[in-house]
């Protein structure tokens, strides 16, 4: 099976900065798109940024230039920078993956386990 780990969600105030960090792990044959996503209390999931095996990068209009999507293919880690942090951006940030497994013939979406993301105003 494929894991996806996250770190480096914490408490930041506004204006500040964050990097997210999320490796896969496992039987790993191919990563297709990465991606974060977020839920805030009260509301649905909700994209913030992707990017392609190939780093095409696609973001949420609430989060364009202010959050940059990165990975390192290699190392199969997907990062999210995230800076001028407002107090809207609090959520649970999800790392996703679209990935094949050794010895398959399918891409399936595999989901990390959040980390929470807070900005104090």
């Known amino acids: 099976q494929v894991q996806l780990v996250e770190s480096g969600g914490g408490l930041v105030q506004a204006g500040g900065s964050l990097r997210l960090s999320c490796a896969a792990s496992?039987?790993?044959?191919?990563?297709?798109?990465m991606g974060w996503y977020r839920q805030a209390p009260g509301k649905q999931r909700e994209l913030v940024a992707t990017?392609?095996?190939?780093?095409?990068?696609n973001y949420a209009d609430s989060v364009k230039g202010r959050f940059t999507i990165s990975r390192d293919n290699a190392e199969n880690t997907v990062y999210l920078q995230m800076n001028s942090l407002k107090p809207e951006d609090t959520a649970v940030y999800y790392c996703?993956?679209?990935?094949?497994?050794?010895?398959?013939?399918?891409?399936?979406?595999?989901w990390g386990q959040g980390t929470l993301v807070t900005v104090s105003s």
């Open positions: 990017i392609t095996s190939g780093a095409s990068t």
């Open positions: 496992g039987s790993i044959f191919s990563v297709n798109a």
């Open positions: 996703n993956a679209n990935t094949r497994e050794w010895g398959t013939f399918r891409y399936l979406e595999v």
